[in-house]
């Protein structure tokens, strides 16, 4: 969805996509640097977060901002997890 907005904020030229990284184009919310880092974004921004749309920022819900909320299906997200588990290692091996 990140490569998506940036290549429609930048009339379909991906050289800010291949240029810049993802956390900078699209920083996510909850961390502090985050917010810091899209504070200073030009607008209009990107920004990335895990968070509930109830656990955003008062300010957030006064503004013109739009929501574009990705849901992955249950199953995938569990397959990914096994084979992330298996690559990095910081999980004991769940086995078959």
């Known amino acids: 969805m990140l490569e998506i907005l940036s290549l ?18 699209g920083p996510w919310l909850e961390t502090l640097l985050g917010l810091r880092r899209a504070r200073g974004n030009a607008r209009p921004r990107i920004i990335s977060s895990h968070l509930p749309l109830h656990l955003f920022p008062r300010a957030f819900f006064g503004s ?21 588990a298996r690559i990095f290692r910081p999980y004991k091996d769940p086995g078959s």
């Open 8 to 25: 429609i904020r930048q009339g379909g030229d991906p050289r800010w996509c291949r240029s810049v990284p993802n956390w900078e184009r």
């Open 64 to 84: 013109k901002a739009k929501v574009i909320y990705t849901v992955r299906d249950p199953k995938d997200v569990l397959v990914s997890l096994f084979h992330f």
